[in-house]
């Protein structure tokens, strides 16, 4: 743990220059500085990676990937109680790293600042957000009988919890960007390839993966100014919990060549572009979509 660069002059030298500041910025570093206790105004020496949904598939796969790539890790789902979290923490601790089960519904916005509040307090800092929290329908229906109870409840998820969190998360972004020596921050969006293919019988997905989708582009746009990299990962059709139900129907389709490489998708598939995010490979290529598919991606005639 290392102290943030402000010293006790940081009153005088913030009240300072935040005369000079933009109103949108002004008073952002006074305001967190105070709130702060002293513990939190340590800081973790390791990278810190905030993982969504990482309690099964691929946001488990992700969260040990980026254990792997030297981060300490704050892993969010619903509940922390539960025997893919205990699976996760085994495997980060087998990393070396440390950490930090966070239990909530994406989908609760007014939660999102006590929980972005406690992982700095835990961590002070966060360098990587990896939005992948998602849901399908509960029960695939034809677009003319989709109700909106569905499709609220996967905008919510899918789409308003995540735009929100990310929100939250990146002006915290800014303003460590701002204190912090050798910060490289990255936010990554999970969309799907369903984004931009139709399913007739899932439209509230594809809808929710379709907003998901320009969010990433919003945010990378943003916050491209700042240093910040965002960039969205866009699985195919990927072998987790989400698709137990309609694994024989998929074994089907693969079989007679609905993917070009011929096979499932795996956790791991998505973790490895992951990492390679994190890893800073792609530092000049903010705003781009990652389909990982197996060639769903390919148009052929
Ligand atoms: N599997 C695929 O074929 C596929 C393809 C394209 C895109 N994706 C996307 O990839 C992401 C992960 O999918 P997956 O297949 O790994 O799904 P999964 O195996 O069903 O896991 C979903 C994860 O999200 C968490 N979660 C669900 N609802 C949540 C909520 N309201 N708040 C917080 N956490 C929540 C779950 O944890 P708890 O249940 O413990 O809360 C779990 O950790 C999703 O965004 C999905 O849309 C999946």
Known sequence: MKKYK????FQLVARYFNRLLPESSKLLPLKRFFRM?????????????????????????????L?????????IARSTDSEGMEILASEVAKKGSQFFPIGLDIS??????????NILERYGRIDMLVNNAGVAPLQRNDILDMTEESYDRLMNIN??????????V???????????????????????????????????????????????SVFADRLS???????????????????????????????????????????????KAVASLARGDWAFSTGTIFEISGGLNIHKL
């Not at 789409?159 to 939250?168: C, E, I, R, W």
């Open 6 to 9: 402000a010293s006790g002059h």
């Open 37 to 65: 206790t002293p513990k939190s105004r340590l800081m973790n020496d390791k990278p810190v990676a905030v993982v969504t949904g990482a309690s099964r598939g691929i946001g488990r796969s992700i969260a040990i990937g």
């Open 67 to 75: 254990s792997a790539e030297g981060y300490d890790i704050a892993a």
């Open 108 to 117: 609760c916005t007014k939660c999102h600042k006590e929980v972005v509040a």
């Open 159 to 168: 789409l308003k919890g995540p735009v929100f969190f990310a929100q939250k």
């Open 170 to 216: 990146a002006k915290e972004m800014l303003w460590l960007k701002e204190h912090v020596d050798n910060y490289r921050p990255v936010i990554v969006f999970i969309t799907s390839v369903s984004a931009a293919l139709t399913s007739t019988n899932r439209a509230e997905y594809c809808i929710s993966k379709a907003g998901l989708s320009m969010a990433s």
């Open 225 to 271: 100014c700042n240093g910040i990299l965002v960039y969205e990962v866009r699985p195919g059709i990927i072998e987790t919990d989400m698709t137990a139900k309609i694994k024989d129907k998929y074994d089907k389709l693969i079989g007679e060549g609905l993917i070009p490489q011929k096979r499932w998708g795996m956790p791991s598939d998505i973790a």
